[in-house]
Structures are given as C-alpha cells and as structure tokens.
C-alpha cells in the first residue's frame, strides 16, 4: 500500500483501473478485506455503521439490523493526505499510457473538477486550481450522460408529475408522455430518467398496500429509461433489483438472464489481466458480479425456485474473484 509520503502514481492508477485495493473492493465483507489487507487498521462506527482506514484506503459498510450482513458502500484512497500533491496530469498521463484513460465531467461547482473511469466506476475529485487529486472513490455518483446531469426541472415539479402519474392507468399515462416529453433525443432521455428519480423517492419503505401502484409506476419509467437509452439491460434489472419493483423469483431471474457471460467463460482476477484487449472480457465480469450479487439479496428476500437459488450460489461462490 502507498505510503503517504509518495506520490508515485501506480498505486492509484491500480485503483482506477481495477476498483481494487489489494484485491479489496466496494463489495467485499470487513472479513475479507481483513484477510487480504491485515488487521493494521482505525475502525469506528456501531451496528447499522462501519469505518475502517488503511492509510490513505478507507472502506465503509453498513446493515440493517445485528441479524443482517454488512453490505459494502464505498472505498476510497484519500490522496489529500500526501505529502506531496498528486497530480491530476501526472496520473491521467499513466492511465492513458496502459490504455484506461479517465473523462472529465461537468465540475462539482466548489472549486474541484471531477474525473471518471466508467467501466471500473471509479471517480476523481481534483483541486481546481493546483491540478493536485483530492480524492478517489468507488463506487462513484457521478459520470457522463443524462443520469448525471442537473435536472432542468425543479424537485416540486418532478414530485407534482408523478404524483399525477400515479392516478392514471397505462394507456393514460402513455397519452400524457406523448404531450409532455421533449422532442430531442437527448434531452427527452434526461426527461425519463428525472421522472423516475423523482418516483423512486416516493416510494414507501416496507411491503404495505401503498407501495404496490409506485412500484408499478417505477417499473414502468424504468422500462420508459431503457427505451430511451439511458439504461441497458443490466442497469435495468439493477434498478429493478435495487428498489425490487418485482417478485424475488422473477427478479432473480431478470438478474440471470442479463448475465453476459457463462461461468465457465467468465473472465476471473487469477485468468485475466487488467489490460485494454481485455477490456471486454472484464466489463462482462464486472457485469455477471453487479448482477449476480443483486439476485442474492433477492433470495434474501424470499425466492423460492430452488433451481434458480442453486444458479445464484453457483454464481456468488465466484464473487470475490470476479472483476
């Protein structure tokens, strides 16, 4: 691990590419990420919280009650701690020179820049005026595309067009897009997406009666997202995943069927090496592990196909050397 007195840039561009500190990401448990980084760590927190710092390496997790796993929330490399500035240049000149350049993004307007690897979604915060990297975080809220941009519609008029949505049936609700969407492509994707923000935030916590009509309408705009490109295949059974717009078996299922790649086929850490020709093989693994760990936490909430139980377990025994 980095000393914080040098300002070498492998180590980081490791953890741009990769996602990884030691083999230790965003998804692994505190006793993996012991196990493949040791016990010479600063951890605070309580039960639904956790904190634990290696250096400049931070991981944080957190759970619902005693009984439940602790799910991972981010890692991040605290790089305003060097002694000697990184600079923002000097590392996008390596990522460039081993084939996984970053893209700057729209700037935070607080006086950073920010950059973003996508595909390892990894991001950057940079001080604006001295170019030196402040901060580097997995997994990242920001990054190019209309999921990221500011909304051009106020929160209250995103909460008044749901809550309007939610009183129509299908064929309404259809009849309204067409009125209201806007013409271009691009801005009407921005479109979609902000009305399914703003309906994800209303849906109720739990599994009451009044949760079932803003599932539906989320599931609805989530499928609207897709056409409009501003989710594929396995972002959409994310999201579906992620607020379980569905039953357990049948998201498991969608979880499966997104799958881009056979686990005899999978690219792994111990057969693949983190280059651009893999670049493929690696955004597929990547992929069968968002998924893969989605359908888990499905069963978690009650799947009962045992055949797709056995696929999921099959799956999550791969995890942690999946890319």
């Known amino acids: 691990m980095a000393h914080p007195g040098s300002p070498g840039t492998t180590f980081f561009s490791d953890f741009v590419v990769t996602g990884t500190v030691g083999g230790a990401d965003a998804t692994s448990t505190p006793g993996e990420v012991t196990a493949l980084l040791g016990d010479d760590f600063v951890e605070s927190g309580d039960e639904s919280r956790r904190l634990r710092g290696y250096e400049l390496v931070e991981f944080a997790w957190q759970r619902v009650s005693h009984e439940d796993p602790w799910i991972g929330l981010y890692v991040m490399v605290q790089a305003h701690r060097l002694e000697v500035p990184l600079l923002i240049d000097d590392l996008a000149r390596d990522l460039e020179r081993v084939g996984f350049p970053v893209v700057e993004v729209a700037p935070d307007g607080l006086g950073c820049r920010r950059f973003v690897r996508e595909d390892s979604r990894v991001g950057l915060l940079v001080d604006e005026d001295t170019g030196a990297v402040l901060k580097i975080s997995a997994p990242t809220w920001f990054g190019p595309g209309p999921r990221y941009e500011k909304p ?109 790649v056979s686990r005899a086929e999978v690219a792994t850490r111990d057969t693949t090496a983190y280059t651009r020709e893999h670049i493929t093989a690696i955004n597929r693994s990547r992929r069968a592990k968002a998924l893969s760990m989605a359908a888990g936490e499905q069963l978690r909430r009650g799947g009962q196909d045992l055949a797709l139980r056995a696929e999921v377990e099959a799956w999550l025994r791969l995890r942690t050397r999946l890319m």
């Open 152 to 260: 051009a519609w106020s929160r209250e008029t995103g909460k008044g067009w749901v809550e309007h949505l939610m009183k129509l049936d299908r064929d309404e609700r259809e009849r309204w897009a067409v009125r209201r969407q806007p013409e271009s492509g691009e801005e009407q994707a921005r479109w979609w997406w902000f009305l399914l923000v703003a309906c994800r935030q209303r849906i109720p916590r739990g599994s009451g009666e009044e949760r079932g009509p803003w599932a539906e309408l989320a599931l609805w705009l989530v499928r609207k997202c897709e056409t409009a490109g501003v989710l594929d295949r396995t972002e959409t059974a994310l999201q579906i995943a992620d607020y379980s717009l569905l039953p357990p078996d049948e998201t498991v299922r969608m979880c499966l069927d997104a799958i881009p």
